[in-house]
Every structure is written in C-alpha cells, then in structure tokens.
C-alpha cells in the first residue's frame, strides 16, 4: 500500500496507487467514453429516462422530486436551434462570475440547454451569455409532451 504503480503503453502513461480496488482505467477506455458521450449528445431526440441520467451526470446527482415530476410530463426531448431572443433568461441570483466564465466560452462546444414548456430547466447562465452576446441562436434540447 502508498507506493505507485505505473503502467506504460504505446502513447499513455497511467499511474494509480497500488492496493487500490478501482477498476483499472487506461487512456484508451477513458477516450472511448468521451466519444459515447459526444454522440450522446450529437442526437437529436433523448427519450426522457435519458434526459434525467444526463441531467443527473451533468447538473446535479440529486435531483429535486419536483423537478423530476416536472421532467417526467414530456415524452422525450428533441434538439433543435432555438432563437436566443425567444428565451426567458430572467432569473434573480445567477452567479455572477459563473456568467463572467462562461462568456469565454465556445459556444459551439457548449452542451446544449434543457427547456420545456417554454421554460429553461438546465442552462440559464449559457443561456443569459448567448443573448449578452449576441449569439441569434442556442442548441436545445425541449421538451415534447404527448406522443
């Protein structure tokens, strides 16, 4: 126990703590999630279950039952360009520096907010960056109810 371990391949290096009971975690397994997670969210429609475990990945492991309730009245969530402007993006308390970060950002990179209902459920300081800037529109994922 303490001492490391080190494990060379062909372009990576891994080091973990020997004794350790983690699963073993190379370079390359590690890029083949990010690739799954890139095409996660390259799709166009996220059936709802989905949508929960992202926002649960991405935003918060511990999600409010309200909101989950909330979540769980769409059917699935479709992506699509939506005009900024369009956008409610008033909303008292966002963090300010969070806002300040965030208009570095690329926002072609950036993961597309959550809506339904006309409303942001994930997303209102990307949101609030994009119409401070300018940017016409914002990838989002909305809710779709019924179907």
Partial sequence: ?????????????????????????????????????????????????????????????NLHQDYLNHLNTFSKFELKNIPVNSIKTELSGLDKEKVEKYKQMDFSKAPPIVMGDGYILDGYHRATVAKALGIPTIKAYVGVKGI
């Fill in 1 to 61: 126990m303490g001492g490391i371990y080190l494990r060379t391949q062909p372009r990576t290096v891994s080091v973990r703590p020997v004794g350790r009971l983690l699963p073993w975690r190379d370079a390359k397994s590690e890029h083949k999630d990010i690739m799954r997670a890139r095409e996660f969210l390259k799709e166009n429609t996220m059936s709802t279950k989905d949508m929960i475990n992202y926002l649960r990945t991405h935003h918060d492991p």
